[in-house]
């Protein structure tokens, strides 16, 4: 079974530039979850989708960040304009939908922003 | 106060040691607890659930006390490829499976 897949694996930019991260779940996995992993610490989630609702995004700075999955499978995640402390790797995740279902990470993309 | 502290290590150890970990959470109400591997530069994966009786799967043991807001993670006879960093993961959304990572442990087995 294949898992969730994310693009770009690396990236590198400059402040005040944009930048866009996509995930794609495991196949039938109604929850997409996207983590910030800051270098020497855990993830910290960000945002929470079931389906194409967002379940939770208390934690994500929505002047600069913005996130959308429309069809309720592919996701985005958009950082616009980055600062120096978003560098870090993001990670996308998720699961069938229920509340005990484990997540499943994807490989994440590592953002430097200079 | 964090929501989830863990000591950082990093813990040293020769293969075949038995090593444990310790974690501590602050929400009382929380429901559901996990440990997280995660190797360098990769991905976290669930190791293991941690269940209010304590539960065993092979050379790991997880344990949870409710009453002092602590679990732990015991590791037998230690192998090198128990190389890593374990994240200590609870759920405090009652059912949304949010969940908040502590920072992690890092272990480094040697031969």
């Known amino acids: 079974e294949a898992g969730v897949a994310q693009s770009p694996r690396y990236k590198i930019i400059e402040k005040r530039q944009s930048v866009a991260f996509w995930c794609n779940p495991i196949?039938?996995?109604?929850?997409l979850y996207w983590y910030q992993q800051i270098l020497g610490q855990g993830p910290k989630l960000l945002i929470q989708?079931?389906?194409?609702?967002?379940?939770?995004d208390s934690q994500l700075p929505k002047d600069r960040f913005s996130a959308e999955r429309l069809k309720g499978v592919d996701s985005t995640l958009k950082i616009q304009p980055a600062k120096l402390e978003d560098s870090a790797v993001y990670l996308c995740?998720?699961?069938?939908?229920?509340?005990?279902?484990?997540?499943?990470f994807g490989p994440g993309t590592r953002l430097t922003v200079l | 106060r964090k929501e989830v502290e863990q000591d950082p290590g990093p813990f040293n150890v020769p293969e075949g040691a038995t090593v444990a970990f310790n974690c501590t959470y602050s929400?009382?109400?929380?429901?559901?607890f996990f440990w997280y591997r995660q190797d360098c530069r990769k991905e976290p994966k669930l190791l293991m659930s941690?269940?209010?009786s304590g539960n065993e799967d092979g050379r790991f043991t997880a344990q949870l006390n409710r009453a002092s807001q602590y679990i732990s993670l015991l590791i037998r006879d230690s192998k090198l490829s128990d190389s890593a960093t374990y994240l200590c993961?609870?759920?405090?959304?009652?059912?949304?499976?949010?969940?908040?990572f502590g920072a992690g442990t890092r272990l480094a087995v040697h031969p």
């Open positions: 196949s039938g996995h109604a929850t």
């Open positions: 989708f079931q389906n194409n609702g967002v379940v939770d």
């Open positions: 993961v609870v759920d405090t959304s009652g059912g949304y499976n949010k969940l908040i």
């Open positions: 941690v269940y209010s």
């Open positions: 929400n009382s109400a929380s429901q559901s």
């Open positions: 995740a998720s699961s069938l939908g229920g509340s005990r279902d484990t997540q499943y």
